[in-house]
């Protein structure tokens, strides 16, 4: 009898550590979400003059590394996902939890394709520079300009519709200026 017990407390204490991990996993996706937004909003809100100590950079010199930032960030944050989810797999979950494992890694694959994709052809429709975020039921569109015409917007809305299968209701289009 107690070689049973000891099995499965041995098997509770992985699912409480998979538990842990996936709760852990979501609340880095989250305050990455909320609190880089948040940080990004009020950089951009504060004029060039009161950021002490800043040194000012020409517009296309700052816009251009805010996407070269913008993408490094998210394929770090994509790659840690991927790492946490390499854990779960390795700890030798059941097999709903493997299988849901792999699932979500196919899915982080799917839309840094699908982000790639949508990037190049906004580039090849004339903008130049474009981030993208793709989540299932969400799209952000970032484009390195002044201002976008309705034509251009539409444009963009087609290429993201297009490409991702997402409604126009889900994806947003913004401009880094």
């Given at each position: 009898m107690k070689r049973w017990s000891s099995?499965?407390?041995?098997?509770?204490?992985?699912?409480?550590?998979?538990?842990?991990v996936a709760v852990l996993l979501m609340g880095a996706i989250a305050a990455n979400f909320f609190l880089g937004g948040k940080a990004k909003t009020e950089a951009a809100a504060q004029p060039a003059a009161a950021q002490d100590g800043e040194n000012t950079v020409s517009a296309s010199t700052g816009v251009a590394s805010f996407f070269d930032a913008f993408r490094s960030e998210r394929d770090t944050t994509r790659a840690q996902e991927i790492k946490y989810l390499d854990m779960i797999v390795e700890q030798g979950a059941d097999a709903e939890t493997l299988a849901d494992a792999q699932k979500q890694k196919l899915d982080i694959v799917g839309f840094m394709e699908k982000e790639l994709t949508v990037e190049s052809l906004l580039k090849a429709k004339g903008f130049s520079?474009?981030?993208?975020?793709?989540?299932?039921?969400?799209?952000?569109?970032?484009?390195s300009a002044e201002s976008l015409t309705d034509e251009q917007v539409a444009q963009v809305l087609d290429i993201v519709m297009r490409e991702t299968g997402e409604g126009a209701e889900n994806i947003k289009v913004t401009t880094a200026q």
């Open positions: 099995v499965k407390f041995k098997w509770n204490r992985k699912l409480v550590t998979l538990g842990a520079d474009a981030a993208v975020t793709l989540h299932a039921g969400s799209v952000n569109v970032i484009l």
